[in-house]
């Protein structure tokens, strides 16, 4: 079946321009996160939803940062007046529950100009 | 604070021998742990899941977890080049709004 799938792979963009990541989880996954990994760092975690609750937005680094997610399904991840140190692999990654398994994308490659 | 934590390494290994990489998480109540495998410039696998306490045993990989001491290894039997990659452990705090909680993870490396 159809895993995470994310959209750009790519996105090459000059500083200051806002971009949004997209994020199709597996169908009937109600848990969605998104990542953030530099270069040879390990996961940094942004933001969490779950089901109909409010999302856990404590790992966003600034109130730049912003994400939605429309019916509990697609989320989208946008992020305003882009600066260098945005530049990083973004990962989306979904379960079918909050205790199981989450399943990742193949990511966004932002590079900020 | 939830913590995960785990030797960055390298922890370099011969072709054929058994690899060992080890967590420590700080939440006494965590249900669920998770071991995913990444290589560069890819996105982290699911390679082992485990809840109760024991060993779990898949083909060449071994999860052991022991909660008592808030402990979760990942053994890797007959250990191959291809196994070269970084390891990450995630552990299911279930507390707190974000759950799920990944360490920095250990890199790898399996040398020929």
């Known amino acids: 079946g159809a895993g995470v799938s994310q959209s750009p792979s790519n996105k090459v963009t000059e500083k200051g321009k806002d971009v949004e990541l997209r994020c199709d989880p597996i169908?009937?996954?109600?848990?969605l996160y998104w990542y953030r990994q530099s270069l040879g760092q390990g996961l940094e975690f942004l933001i969490y939803?779950?089901?109909?609750?409010?999302?856990?937005k404590s790992g966003l680094p600034s109130d730049r940062f912003s994400a939605e997610r429309t019916g509990g399904s697609v989320s989208t991840l946008t992020i305003q007046r882009t600066q260098q140190e945005d530049s990083a692999v973004y990962l989306c990654?979904?379960?079918?529950?909050?205790?199981?398994?989450?399943?990742f994308g193949n990511g966004t490659r932002l590079t900020v100009t | 604070q939830k913590e995960v934590e785990q030797n960055s390494g390298p922890l370099s290994v011969p072709e054929g021998a058994i690899a060992s990489l080890n967590c420590t998480y700080s939440?006494?109540?965590?249900?669920?742990f998770f071991w995913y495998r990444q290589y560069s410039g890819k996105s982290p696998e699911l390679i082992m899941f485990?809840?109760?306490?024991g060993d779990k045993e898949d083909g060449r990989f071994t999860a052991q977890l022991n909660k008592a001491s808030q402990y979760v290894s990942l053994l890797i039997r007959d250990s191959q080049p291809s196994d070269s990659a970084t390891y990450l452990c995630?552990?299911?705090?279930?507390?707190?709004?974000?759950?799920?909680?990944f360490g920095k993870g250990t890199r790898l490396s399996v040398i020929a």
């Open positions: 990654a979904s379960s079918l529950s909050s205790n199981s398994p989450l399943h």
């Open positions: 939803f779950q089901g109909n609750s409010a999302p856990d």
């Open positions: 169908s009937g996954h109600t848990a």
């Open positions: 939440d006494r109540g965590s249900q669920s």
């Open positions: 485990i809840y109760s306490n």
């Open positions: 995630a552990v299911n705090m279930n507390s707190g709004n974000t759950p799920l909680v």
